[in-house]
């Protein structure tokens, strides 16, 4: 069977502690209020759960034999990164798209990025991750990073990008715990997150579309960034790179910056 719990347009969502299996996607829900948490998702020939909401909580629910490169995919205006770190999964990753607001990612799954991608027909979903202003997202060393691009284009402003930064990314690695920005395609890093598409295992250039600082702040230290476009921006309130690795960037260049207001 197939998409068993959830829909569109509904007024709230709670699933708590429930146990969901030998299904396809599990779960798809978008309301005004959205709860999965603690729950179970078991032998899937999909995703556990593609959620959407402003008022979104998804944390602490475990994935098993999952066959998705997507584990999970939250879309919000509030995206707490600090609850989704709690969820798990033996395949695939997490993928958001929408706003951030000021929380730690420290999750043990990759954080996945998907530009151009609507993963359910049932509701529209953000084409980017968007850091806004006066918001501190955080990565914790050891985070990895996967993204690609499905179709289209996707813009921050006039320039494609799949994360936007008005605010502040705080990506600070370690020489012991280093950050990683790679490809979905990527499989010798965080198992195969790209499953059946035919790029998979063969990483290159400009599989996914970089971070662009719109007036925001970066720290990127002990990080590596391959794969993608360029990092960067206009009219940058700061920008710290140090200790970093850029490499197998497409011709818009690994690093390009406009400091200034």
Same mark, same amino acid.
């Given at each position: 069977?197939?998409h068993?719990?959830?829909g569109?347009a !509904?007024?709230?969502m709670?699933?708590?502690?429930?146990?969901?299996?030998?299904?396809?996607?599990?779960?798809?829900a978008?309301?005004?209020?959205?709860?999965?948490?603690?729950?179970t998702f *078991?032998? =899937?020939?999909? #995703?556990?759960?593609?959620?959407?909401?402003?008022?979104?909580?998804?944390?602490g629910?475990?994935? @098993? &034999?999952i066959?998705a490169?997507?584990?999970?995919?939250a879309?919000?205006?509030?995206?707490?990164?600090? $609850?989704?770190s709690?969820?798990? #999964?033996?395949? $695939?990753?997490?993928?958001?798209s929408?706003?951030?607001? *000021?929380?730690?990612?420290?999750?043990?799954?990759?954080? !996945?990025l998907?530009t151009?991608e609507?993963?359910t027909? =049932?509701?529209?979903?953000?084409?980017? =991750?968007?850091v806004p202003?006066?918001?501190?997202?955080?990565?914790?060393?050891?985070?990895?990073v996967?993204?690609?691009i499905?179709?289209?284009l996707?813009f921050?402003?006039?320039?494609?990008c799949?994360?936007?930064?008005?605010?502040?990314?705080?990506? #600070?690695g @370690?020489?012991?715990s280093?950050? @990683?920005f790679?490809?979905a395609y990527?499989?010798t =890093?965080? $198992?195969? @997150?790209?499953?059946?598409?035919p790029?998979d295992?063969?990483?290159?250039?400009?599989?996914?579309?970089?971070?662009y600082?719109?007036?925001?702040?970066l720290?990127?230290e002990h990080?590596?960034?391959?794969?993608?476009?360029?990092?960067?921006?206009d009219?940058?309130?700061?920008?710290?790179?140090?200790?970093?690795v850029?490499k197998?960037d497409?011709?818009? &260049?690994?690093?390009?910056?406009?400091a200034?207001?």
């Amino acid at each position: 069977y197939d998409h068993s719990v959830g829909g569109s347009a !509904m007024g709230s969502m709670t699933a708590l502690n429930d146990t969901f299996k030998w299904g396809t996607t599990e779960l798809i829900a978008q309301g005004a209020s959205v709860i999965v948490k603690n729950d179970t998702f *078991t032998s =899937l020939n999909g #995703a556990a759960a593609i959620v959407s909401s402003p008022s979104l909580q998804l944390s602490g629910n475990s994935a @098993t &034999g999952i066959t998705a490169g997507v584990a999970y995919w939250a879309d919000s205006s509030a995206l707490d990164f600090a $609850g989704l770190s709690s969820n798990s #999964a033996d395949h $695939g990753g997490l993928a958001v798209s929408g706003a951030a607001v *000021t929380s730690t990612w420290s999750g043990s799954i990759p954080l !996945m990025l998907v530009t151009g991608e609507q993963p359910t027909n =049932l509701f529209q979903i953000a084409d980017v =991750l968007d850091v806004p202003s006066a918001v501190t997202l955080t990565l914790a060393p050891g985070t990895l990073v996967k993204s690609r691009i499905e179709s289209g284009l996707a813009f921050c402003g006039n320039i494609q990008c799949a994360v936007s930064v008005e605010g502040t990314l705080n990506a #600070a690695g @370690t020489a012991g715990s280093p950050i @990683t920005f790679t490809s979905a395609y990527d499989t010798t =890093l965080g $198992g195969d @997150t790209a499953p059946g598409y035919p790029q998979d295992g063969s990483p290159a250039a400009g599989d996914w579309d970089g971070i662009y600082v719109d007036g925001g702040s970066l720290d990127l230290e002990h990080a590596t960034v391959e794969y993608g476009g360029s990092v960067g921006g206009d009219g940058i309130t700061s920008l710290t790179a140090v200790n970093d690795v850029f490499k197998s960037d497409d011709a818009s &260049g690994g690093a390009a910056v406009d400091a200034g207001g």
